[in-house]
């Protein structure tokens, strides 16, 4: 199993750019969770999808993030208009379940400039 | 609403032992422990849910007073591999209503 895809690795982008990160999660996990990870505001959760339908999105921090999971297989986490402030790790994991071990994808490094 | 942990760092020998808490203000349903190594991803250590029941690792052991709203994560004999940060996450209500709030880590240094 190849575990939880995310891409890009890493990605540099100037203030106002759009940015799209991109999750696989594991296939037959149908509970899917997206988090940002700084140093001030430790590891938080922005969404989580369950059988591809949003069911809690509190943890988006305003509407330049929006997040969508066409299917059981792939995600999306959008930021646009970027900002400096949104300069961190962002980390995908998938489950069973929501009471369940999540697996956390390697993380995409977003730096804006 | 974040959950406390304590401490915040912990600084070891290899082979002794330590205890990492977490507590919440609110009612828990669950709590999670991951540990994340420097440039890593979080790792699954265990889930203890409200009831008594756990998933995880037989290395790894921990409890749950669902009382005081209170998990500890204990570490015997330590090794240098367990060296990271540590992560309590809670879950408030039951049925996947919420997702997990993590707190702010507990960093756990083992020394040769």
């Known amino acids: 199993d190849a575990g939880v895809i995310q891409s890009p690795r890493h990605e540099v982008t100037e203030m106002g750019q759009e940015v799209t990160l991109r999750c696989k999660p594991i296939?037959?996990?149908?509970?899917l969770f997206w988090y940002r990870q700084t140093m001030m505001r430790g590891l938080e959760l922005l969404i989580y999808?369950?059988?591809?339908?949003?069911?809690?999105d509190s943890g988006m921090p305003e509407d330049r993030f929006s997040a969508k999971m066409p299917n059981a297989s792939f995600s999306t986490l959008k930021i646009q208009p970027s900002e400096p402030r949104d300069s961190a790790v962002y980390f995908c994991?998938?489950?069973?379940?929501?009471?369940?071990?999540?697996?956390f994808g390697p993380g995409t490094r977003l730096t804006v400039t | 609403q974040q959950p406390v942990q304590s401490p915040q760092a912990v600084i070891l020998r290899e082979g002794e032992d330590a205890v990492i808490n977490c507590s919440s203000s609110?009612?828990?349903?669950?709590v999670h422990w991951y540990r994340q190594k420097h440039g890593e991803a979080p790792v699954f250590l265990m889930i203890?849910?409200?009831?008594?029941e756990q998933k995880g690792h037989e290395k790894i052991s921990a409890s749950f007073n669902e009382k005081k709203q209170q998990s500890s994560l204990y570490l015997t004999a330590s090794q240098l591999s367990y060296s990271g940060t540590y992560f309590c996450g809670t879950e408030y209500s039951g049925g996947g209503a919420d997702g997990l709030t993590f707190g702010k880590g507990t960093h756990l240094i083992i020394q040769p």
């Open positions: 609110k009612a828990l349903y669950s």
């Open positions: 203890l849910l409200k009831g008594g």
């Open positions: 999808f369950n059988n591809n339908v949003p069911i809690d």
């Open positions: 296939s037959g996990h149908n509970s």
């Open positions: 994991a998938s489950s069973v379940g929501i009471s369940y071990e999540q697996y």
